[in-house]
């Protein structure tokens, strides 16, 4: 009961197929002005404005570059900049739309929800549409020459503007729909022609039906017509060209596991062991001789060489195709399942308290062993997927990253590698929550990776990376979970000092997420010396449920109260704990709780969201345990 819904990770965007930018085809990028940005800005808009062609091709790239500050770029879609460059999508000249794509994509991503709400007010969907339409339902790359080591105008363009639709689409159902209605996907759709249109120009087109078609039974109903292609694509090889190869393989998996599930079982098996080797084949590839040649460039290059931007390119296409392989791994070990907890809310506000079996109060589905198909399962343990995936979690070292901070190319770096090994934690999380201790090499081996994840929680990571502790902390809690759940005897040696870090960071942490989860850190800690049955553990048992009960009279989120109670009624189910409830005044600290869970409920109903899961489970359940509890710790009174 009360076990928090893992949720699917939609792709994070910052241009994940690594595919260069326009930013990249530049041999040296010019300093922009930054003295005054107001007077900048307007200086631009002349540019732009202006009937040569060259001023206004000026004004786009000084927009772009100013672009990568994040408050630059929320800036520039608020001054209704956009609403000038909008219809530029559409000029005659293929120069200033690949100027214009290029800077919106900019725009769109480093300006986050502010930029991307202004573009979309601003119907920037109107000119993206029709280029995709008028330049693209017909082309052919073979139409345009193509340079030695440069991208032409129109497929620099298709790039741009494919990576806006894809950027925008995960923003905004409404861009889904947009697509929909314009039937955007049979234009991409063509693009799976890898003879045609090359690895590069169909990667691009698939990450965008990747988000096109999440959730979206229209898309999916067209895509599944191209099952077969996309299942050939995962064959696609090329000596010249391996990263890429990965990438388009990888991005074909993800597209497959979209569409796949109204497929019947054995070809969804077979497909998704498929899949599952892709995976281990993208998680392969690293990029140490990479970064130990940037560490040595970054110093000496004043301005960055063909090989330093080479080495960027390559770190940045691995980093997303491992981020995209990542996120499906972790979403074929996610259940979705829907629950009707909303409803168990608005039932009454009164807890219940009709008359029920305790053993089916506090029932709890054991999950020792694996909850995937046996073929997958044994896939994952053929490749060493986990061992892989743990490898991804890896910080870079601190040298390395002072070097990168001194460099704007380099902090691009160090924030894609961030938001991979974030990924990596929370891909982990479903992992060992999916599979059963022997995959996960055991029970000293999960003892191994949950004192190692707890070095980065609370020596490593920064206390302001809130993306890092919240992903670090859900993979430590699923794995002394499932500790827990096979009653592992490995903390017999803990202290209360021990201990501490995890208190001091519940109480000091203002994230709810990373609080709920060093919670039932500590309660299935509590749970794990329980099971035990060591009598030098009971002062730490005792510890630990006075801290979880003393949350509960704290804590403001009404889904973290009650995460606490589940734990503690955890902790408390079985009968040789009535000495210990009774100790501690359990059931006359539960009535006390009881009614501020109910007002938390009442005041947070409608924005309870995915947590309602727990909240409705231990509304369901906490009367009723208190009842229990209550009789027991009164016959121990009467004896």
Known sequence: MGKQKRQRHKPHKENPTGLPSAKDFDEETEDVVVENKEKALQR?????????????????????SMSYETSMAVQIAKDNITKIIGPFLVDENKLVRAAAASTLRNIAENGGEDAYLCLLKDDVM?????????HYTDWHPSSE???????????????????????LGEKNESVIKRSNDENLLQILIKFLDTSTYGAGLSSVAIQCMLTLSEDNPVAISELKKQENCLVNLLEWTSENEKIEATSLRTLSAGLLMNINQSSSETDSLRITCK?????????NFDFKNQIESLTSAFPSEKHLSR?????????????????QALEILANLCTDDQESDADSDLDDSDDFEEEEMDVDQVLDKSVNSYSNIPVELTEVIASTDLVKKVWEKTVKIEDNTKKIFEHNPEGIFVLKRLRVLRCRAFLCLNNLISSLDVGTLGG????????????????????????????????????ALQKLA??????????????????????????????????????????????????????????????????TCTKENEAWVIAESLDAIMDIFAEDETDNLAA??????????????????????????????????????????FIKYKGQRVAKLKVV
């Not at 109107?126 to 008028?134: A, D, G, H, Y």
């Not at 899949?275 to 998680?283: D, F, K, N, W």
């Not at 090989?307 to 981020?323: C, D, G, L, T, V």
């Not at 006359?588 to 309602?612: F, H, M, S, T, Y």
């Open 44 to 64: 631009v808009l002349e540019q732009l404005q202006s009937a040569n062609m060259e001023e206004k091709l000026s004004g786009l790239q000084t927009l772009e």
């Open 126 to 134: 109107t000119p993206l549409t029709s280029l995709l339409k008028n």
């Open 145 to 167: 020459p193509k340079e030695k080591g440069k991208l032409g105008e129109e497929r620099q363009t298709f790039i741009q503007a494919v990576t806006l639709l894809w950027t």
């Open 275 to 283: 899949v599952l080797s892709i995976l281990g084949e993208t998680l």
């Open 307 to 323: 090989a330093s931007r080479k080495n960027i390119r390559e770190i940045n296409q691995i980093a997303a195709m491992q981020q």
């Open 443 to 478: 029970v000293d081996n999960l003892y191994r990776l949950w004192t190692e994840i707890g070095k980065v929680v609370f020596t490593d990571a920064d206390p302001n990376d809130i993306d890092l502790l919240e992903s670090a902390t859900s993979a430590m809690r699923a």
């Open 485 to 550: 759940e096979v009653r592992a005897k490995v903390f017999q040696n803990l202290s209360i000092t021990d201990l501490e870090p995890m208190l001091n960071g519940e109480r000091q942490c203002s994230n709810p997420n990373v609080r709920a989860n060093l919670l039932r850190i500590l309660g299935n800690l509590a749970l794990i010396l329980m099971n035990g049955g060591v009598l030098q553990c009971q002062e730490l048992i005792k510890h630990v449920s006075l801290f979880l009960l003393d």
């Open 583 to 624: 100790n501690i005044n359990l059931v006359e600290k539960l009535q006390i709780v009881a009614p501020i869970l109910k007002n938390k409920i009442r005041q947070q109903k409608q924005k309870l969201g995915d947590n309602a899961l727990v909240v409705s489970t231990v509304k369901a359940n906490l009367q009723r």
